[in-house]
């Protein structure tokens, strides 16, 4: 995951999951992915015709009554090692982030928002957005909080806990965390505990997921700012003290093996009003995915999570009955995405490319900074192929990065697997191939390094990948990693942890990636001003009419321009090779017979978005 996950409601990033919400304005309300449809475009051309009507707050969820007390074990291959709801990096510290964090809004099953700590969601309509603001404000937007909030440690919860989320986000000593819209935000006034009034310097599309989370003031702001980025106050050591509003506080960590979850008694559900159901729930760590099967259809655990596609027909050798698996469509899709940054960006910071030495003798430059080659890659991969023999054609390829669920998707003419299509254009740019077959240009040799995890179905897709990148010339080193690596936050990875995508030392990667229910999340993911640290442009896109397409999109509240600017986004990224996006994943889950109200989640919120509300059977 990434993209999504530098602010766990924006984007992943990952991407990300909090509690859920009850009372929601009116179904027919014209907002989607938080903008209030009505109201003049800031920029753009004007929309023509009436606003399109889409339903993104009337969500059907509605959980089972069940008893209270009892505890689930939930498993995952990956470790979370980071509790910070800002840095989330990876999947299953989101899922992590959904028990123990909540916020203003959570994205539902059925694709809706919904409120959590906030007693409805601003809108135009409603009144709660206002543009043109007060006072001279761009927008002003009203959040009004529910009554009486307190934090896991009894102290209240209110409008100053995310007001200092918002400064710490500012704070210039902060680093790895995401701006976009915070900066945008001129006065943050709290007339009482429960009001918000956020002053606006310009419109801002993505107001509504805005709040990653509150974080506790009074615990946080004797803690140096340079500390907190470094892990103190949320390390293992600190944990069971730090004051969380989500379902759940965490009680202790046992590296490698668990993380030991209580009910937070001072949070409720907001479709039950109550707190939540279990007592306990406990995260199990596996070491592989293969490893967490077994140990599920052994009885070690009562739900497990962040399977693949490609695990469907192994669920089924291994007996585990169909009642027990569940597989929906998800805002996620597989895809190799290129290191933009040339050579002379390299630097502490990030920028430039792979440090890994099995292909450094190619010369001083980094091949995929080269448009031409990344144009050549997207014709040189055969996702057809990748489909039938390594997913048993149990997937849907993709065109373009959205999924086909979300309201401003815009379909693709898709670029064709075509070897000599990826020849000429290699043969156009100057890449000549040597005696080797492998091809140069200006001393650098097209040599790349082919980073993923240690998912066997990736190392697979990508022994397939590397041998048509050898029929056009390419020579690529495959380098599987552990997630840890691939993933680790900026704060934590420097320049030569391997395959660091947020460092940049990488080439080309294959990962997946949870495209945003807010378009906000293509922003903060792709726009040249979004480079890590600053945001979450990790493969340090550079290019004017993504910028365009996504300026037009961020600065206005119009749905017709909002939609417009996707499908233009959609076309460049299409055109340019930004990534090869390979296919639409599907969210697989076991849910054991104990485990009760488990729908799962195919957005970024994941499939413990609504723990407070899972019971023991």
């Known amino acids: 995951m990434r993209k999504g996950l530098v602010s766990l409601f924006a984007v992943s990033a990952i991407a990300f999951a909090a509690c859920g919400g009850s009372a929601s304005p009116s179904p027919s ?22 606003a399109e009507k889409v339903d993104v707050f009337g969500t059907k969820y509605a959980p089972e009554d069940g008893p209270d007390g009892g505890q689930i074990i939930f498993a995952d291959w990956q470790e979370a090692t980071q509790y910070n709801p800002f840095y989330v990096g990876q999947v299953s510290e989101a899922n992590v982030a959904a028990a123990v964090w909540a916020s203003t809004v959570v994205a539902t099953n059925d694709y809706k928002w919904a409120p959590d700590l906030a007693k409805e969601i601003p809108t135009i309509d409603n009144g709660e957005v206002k543009v043109p603001g007060d006072g001279g404000d761009a927008m002003t937007v009203t959040w009004t909080l529910k009554p009486d909030l307190k934090w896991s440690d ?53 107001y509504i997921t805005q709040h990653t989370s509150p974080l506790p003031r009074h615990y946080l702001k004797d803690i140096p700012i340079e500390q907190q980025t470094k892990g103190a106050g949320f390390k293992a050591a600190d944990v069971k003290k730090l004051p ?52 599920f259809k052994g009885g070690e655990a009562d739900g497990a999570t962040d399977l693949q596609d490609s695990d469907l027909p192994k669920l089924k050798e291994v007996g585990i009955p169909d009642a027990n698996v569940s597989a929906i469509p998800a805002f996620t899709y597989e895809m190799l995405t290129a290191n933009w940054s040339p050579k002379t960006d390299d630097s502490d910071k990030g920028g430039g490319c792979t440090h890994n030495a099995a292909v450094l003798d190619r010369g001083d430059g980094c091949p995929m900074s080269d448009p031409a080659m990344r144009q050549a890659i997207a014709y040189a991969v055969d996702k057809n192929e990748i489909n039938s023999r390594i997913l048993s054609g149990q997937v849907v390829v993709a065109n373009t990065l959205i999924s086909p669920d979300a309201w401003f998707y815009a379909d693709q003419t898709p670029t064709n697997f075509d070897i000599e299509k990826a020849k000429s254009i290699l043969d156009a740019a100057g890449w000549a191939p040597g005696a080797d077959g492998t091809r140069e240009k200006g001393g650098v040799k097209a040599r790349i390094e082919l980073c993923t995890t240690s998912r066997q179905s990736r190392q697979d897709t990508l022994a397939l990948v590397a041998a048509h990148f050898k029929e056009i010339g390419i020579d690529a080193v495959i380098n599987p990693v552990s997630p840890a690596d691939i993933f680790e936050i900026y704060n934590d990875a420097t320049r030569d942890t391997p395959c660091s995508i947020r460092r940049s030392n990488f080439d080309l990667a294959e990962f997946a990636s949870s495209s945003s229910l807010d378009p906000l999340g293509f922003y903060t993911g792709f726009h040249s001003s979004q480079f890590y640290p600053v945001g979450a442009n990790q493969s340090r896109v550079a290019d004017p009419d993504i910028d365009a397409a996504l300026d037009q999109m961020v600065k206005s509240v119009d749905f017709n321009v909002i939609k417009t600017a996707m499908a233009q986004f959609q076309k460049v990224y299409v055109e340019k090779a930004v990534e090869v996006p390979l296919y639409y994943r599907k969210n697989v889950d076991l849910k054991g017979d104990k485990l009760g109200n488990f729908t799962g989640n195919p957005t970024q919120f994941g499939p413990t978005w609504n723990v407070w509300d899972w019971f023991a059977k």
């Open 154 to 206: 009894g102290q209240p919860l209110t409008c100053d806990d995310f007001k200092y989320a918002w400064e710490w986000v500012l704070d210039p000593k902060n680093v790895g965390v995401t701006t976009i819209g915070y900066e945008d935000i001129t006065a943050f006034d709290c007339p009482d505990a429960s009001t918000m009034v956020l002053h606006y310097k310009k419109i801002f599309e993505g």
């Open 29 to 50: 309300t014209p907002v989607a992915s938080g903008p209030a449809a009505s109201g003049p475009a800031a920029s753009g051309p004007a929309a023509s015709g009436p």
């Open 244 to 295: 969380v509003s989500g379902a759940f506080k965490i009680d202790s960590v046992t590296p490698q093996a668990e993380l030991r979850l209580v009910r937070n008694d001072n949070y409720k559900s907001p479709f039950r009003d109550k707190p939540a159901h279990l007592d306990t729930l406990i995260f199990k760590w596996y070491a592989d995915a293969d490893a967490m099967i077994a140990g």
